[in-house]
């Protein structure tokens, strides 16, 4: 264990710079109770102020802190020094599978594309004027897509899939999960066109159900199971001739 006159001391890497960059070593006491998004900060308020990262709510709540650390894409604020240093040691860099602002800070713009692509907004069927439509709670709509409502769109599923890193048109595990969770409220004006959006070579039918999605999740979503159910609902909306043309599915 690294030491100094003060107590233990972390050995921390952090991505510097923008895609071409590369790694600076910093000193960082360790502290009990630490959390990586607590040495990130000590390194910009007390080390160099000129490092960029995101952050926000702190406690679990926003996602923003995504980061990778030592190879795994998570939630900063809410991983422990003490559950994945090795050797007192930490790399830090920004999440996989997308382009780099600068140090830490990732760019999600093709993430929410995808996100847009698709449908993942609500499209709802009724005026402002009309009775609120209800949703049975019973209903086995409401129950499929329970299970899946609860993403804050961090992208921590997103810097983990497989199928991303080397398919870079696939739309990704966050954007199909909504799609699930779009397809399945019974609200929704236009079921038909969420399978129209992601039955494509790079949607729903690209998925190769490495489970990476469900492996990483920092709220325990499974996507690999709204993504399945995305694959069911098209092949029989192919089958009823309401796909005809799509690619991917004639």
Known sequence: ?????????????????????????????????????DVVTYVQRNLDPSLTYRFACRVGMCGSCAMTVNGRPRWTCRTHVAKVAQDDSLRIEPLQNLPVIKDLAADLTPFFEKWQQARGRFQGR??????????????????????????????????????????????????????????????????IGVLRAVASGAGCLSCHTHQSCAEHCPVEINPTAGIAGLKRAAFKAFLKGQLRGEQGTS
């Open 126 to 191: 009724l005026g402002r004027h009309d009775e609120f439509d209800r949703v049975r709670p019973d209903s086995s709509a409401r129950q499929a897509a329970d299970a899946h409502v609860e993403c804050i769109n961090c992208a921590v599923c997103y810097s983990a899939c497989d199928v991303v890193s080397w398919r870079p048109d696939y739309l990704g595990p966050a954007a199909l999960n909504r799609a699930w969770v779009a397809y399945n409220d019974e609200r929704d004006a236009d079921p």
């Open 1 to 37: 264990m690294s030491t100094s006159d003060s107590g233990p001391v972390l050995k921390v890497d952090i991505w510097r710079g923008g895609a071409d960059g590369g790694f600076a070593r910093y000193d960082v006491p360790r502290e009990e109770s630490q959390t990586i998004l």
